[in-house]
Structures are given as structure tokens and as C-alpha cells.
Nanobody, 119 residues
Framework: QVQLVESGGGLVQAGGSLRLSCAAA?????MGWFRQAPGKEREFVAA????????SYADSVKGRFTISRDNAKNTVDLQMNTLKPEETAVYYC???????????????WGQGTQVTVSS
């Protein structure tokens, strides 16, 4: 069993930055970040392998978001720069066996943290 707790969400102006963190207790997993806006499907944002060597990003966030992990601290972070109003959503971290974009590949999910980007 893996417990995931996200933190770091909040309100930021367009063009600003936020850093999300996910505390993961239990197991050695690949980790992903997803987001879900009201009335929309949950979508992939970024993922990282257990070793940290493999990372993948949604095209919409490449060059602006960076995923990283510290296995000694059991944390996975998502640095988000140049945020856009359309990126307002609840952001979730997830644990699975592979760092992929398919949300069905992830076995464990956190409760989410709200990110609101004002225009």
C-alpha cells in the first residue's frame, strides 16, 4: 500500500510559478502528475521513473514544468513555471510501475491539490 499526499497548490497570477510536492510512503514506484479541470478528463502532466533517469512530459508543459524526485526523502516535486489560466485544475500525484502517460497504469493516487491561475 502506498500513501500519497500532495502539497504546494494555491493561487498564482498568470506567468507565475508554483512548486508542488508529493510525499510518498511505501514502495519503489514510478510517479506521475496529472491534473483535472472542472468538467474535463484527468490528463497527464509529467512522469518520472524510480531511478529518476526517465522523465516524460505532456507536450503542453514541455519547457515550463520540471518533475524531480528525492528517494531519500520519498518526495516527488513538480516545478511549474509560466503558468497559464487554462492550467487551473486539481493536480494529483500517482504511483505505478512505469512512468507513462496512461492514467490507468497507476495504482495509487493522492487526494489532489488545487492550483488556480488568475488572468
Amino acid at each position: 500500500q502506498v500513501q500519497l499526499v500532495e502539497s504546494g497548490g494555491g493561487l498564482v497570477q498568470a506567468g507565475g510559478s508554483l512548486r508542488l510536492s508529493c510525499a510518498a510512503a511505501g514502495g519503489n514506484y514510478a510517479m506521475g502528475w496529472f491534473r483535472q479541470a472542472p468538467g474535463k478528463e484527468r490528463e497527464f502532466v509529467a512522469a518520472i521513473s524510480w531511478s529518476g533517469y526517465r522523465r516524460s512530459y505532456a507536450d503542453s508543459v514541455k519547457g515550463r514544468f520540471t518533475i524531480s524526485r528525492d528517494n531519500a526523502k520519498n518526495t516527488v516535486d513538480l516545478q511549474m513555471n509560466t503558468l497559464k489560466p487554462e492550467e487551473t485544475a486539481v493536480y494529483y500525484c500517482a504511483a505505478g510501475s512505469r512512468p507513462v502517460a496512461d492514467k490507468d497504469e497507476y495504482d495509487y493516487w493522492g487526494q489532489g491539490t488545487q492550483v488556480t491561475v488568475s488572468s
